[in-house]
């Protein structure tokens, strides 16, 4: 899809320029764009932006702690059977094995730096989602790289 593999290995030095991603990767999934901002073996980062009305449902990282720093706007997250809100600001932290999700139910997009560690298949899997339109297939390569989402209807108000 992007021609060349994300080969992780040691952080590599360098800066990566704002609007833009590491080796100028940006993908879309499903209406949310990520922008990678760092990748080694040990953590993968990524900026997001988040229109008005888009989430990502109910899922577990079973060998990565996630976490989100917000930079603009507020999110409506389900924490391990609590929904709560962090806005501008506020990092919330996600163990691994921990149900969480995100969404954003404001008027304003959403502007985000999240970050996992280990870095796992992360990459990966969102090079395998870019611009795909199927949530089926999303869920179906999600699990394929680690990611596991919780069945539909299993969380009251995602």
Not at 93 to 101: G, K, S, Y
Not at 150 to 156: A, D, N
Request: aromatic share 10%; proline share 9%.
């Amino acid at each position: 899809m992007f021609g060349d593999e994300i080969v992780l290995g040691p952080l590599p030095k360098g800066i990566t320029l704002a609007k833009e991603g590491m080796q100028k990767r940006v993908w879309n999934v499903l209406g949310h764009t990520y922008l990678m901002k760092a990748a080694s073996e040990s953590s993968f980062a990524f900026e997001t932006f988040d229109p008005p009305g888009t989430g990502v449902p109910p899922h577990v990282h079973p060998t990565q702690d996630e976490h989100i720093y917000v930079l603009d706007g507020v999110f409506t997250l389900y924490l391990d059977g609590q929904w709560e809100t962090a806005g501008p600001g506020d990092t919330v932290r996600m163990p691994r094995n921990l149900p969480h999700a995100y969404y954003n139910r404001g008027e304003a997009p959403t502007r985000a730096l999240f970050w996992v560690s280990p870095a796992g298949r992360l990459a990966e899997l969102f090079d395998k989602l870019h611009d795909l339109t199927d949530p089926d297939e999303v869920v179906r390569l999600s699990a394929e790289c680690d990611v596991q989402f919780l069945p539909p209807g299993s969380v009251e108000g995602a």
